[in-house]
């Protein structure tokens, strides 16, 4: 019986030894080996929310902003892209009105702020051209701001004028 037991154990040992060989030998045996290379294209993308102000009706020389103390309606910018991002703002003339540093004839301002605006705003005044707005949002993050618009001191216009802004997005 003893003898029995050893055989089986034996047999046993030879068994898992010989599978052992199989396996190493299939490995061996590889004459093929694969990397798993993996890329993603990159997304850039922006939405601004809610993107809608109504500053509603101005005298002449008169100011409306979106923070608390005025039309309480901050705009958020989100990186919807899946890299980080800088986000660059600009301003557009209105069909009647020329966007600029100060106010003329026909002649408006439209700033941004971005910290402490309801309580110590900084205004920065926009252009036509691309200021930069934030660096390095992570996916997902966001940007609040803030707007104010300053009416022109006479104006040949008086139907309501449409001041765009817009956020463009790059790869930071
Ligand atoms: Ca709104």
């Known amino acids: 019986m003893q003898i029995l037991t050893n055989y089986k154990v034996i047999v046993g040992t030879i068994g898992f030894i010989l599978l052992s060989l199989f396996f190493i030998n299939q490995a061996s045996a590889a004459t093929t080996g694969t990397v798993a290379a993996t890329v993603t ?3 850039i993308s922006v939405t601004v929310s809610d993107g809608s102000v109504a500053y509603g009706t101005l005298a002449t020389s008169a100011q409306g902003d979106t923070t608390a103390g ?6 958020t910018a989100t990186n919807d892209g899946n890299v980080s991002e800088d986000l660059d703002i600009k301003g557009e003339n ?3 009105w020329t966007l600029a540093g100060s106010i ?7 700033d941004f702020c971005i910290t402490t605006c309801d309580s110590t705003p900084t205004w920065t005044a926009l252009t036509t051209s691309y200021q930069a707005l934030a660096t390095g949002v992570a996916t997902s993050g966001t940007q609040i701001f803030d707007l104010r618009i300053n009416t022109p001191s006479s104006s040949t216009s008086f139907t309501q004028q449409t001041a765009t802004v817009t956020v463009l997005a790059s790869a930071s």
């Not at 005025?70 to 705009?75: E, K, L, P, R």
């Not at 003329?104 to 439209?110: I, R």
């Open 41 to 43: 294209v990159q997304n």
């Open 94 to 96: 209105t069909t009647a």
């Open 70 to 75: 005025g039309v309480n309606d901050s705009q």
């Open 104 to 110: 003329g004839a026909d002649q408006y301002k439209h």
